[in-house]
């Protein structure tokens, strides 16, 4: 279950990241796309998760 919501969080991430809109739009927008899922993140976390899967496209980027 951990891993469908981690995904699931992820995927909505990522399609969110690629949009062209300022920042702070595009992380309400994925609050919103999380929690429609169910998964309630506060601020920090969200601008944690938003920045580790930033790192992630950037490294796989470079391999």
Do not use: H, Y
Not at 41 to 57: S, T, W
């Amino acid at each position: 279950m951990a891993a469908f919501l981690g995904g699931a969080a992820v995927g909505a991430a990522c399609g969110v990241l690629f949009a062209p809109e300022r920042g702070e739009d595009t992380r309400d927008r994925i609050v919103a796309a999380l929690r429609k899922r169910g998964i309630n993140l506060d601020r920090k976390q969200m601008n944690d998760l938003v920045d580790d899967i930033a790192d992630e496209l950037k490294s796989s980027d470079n391999d």
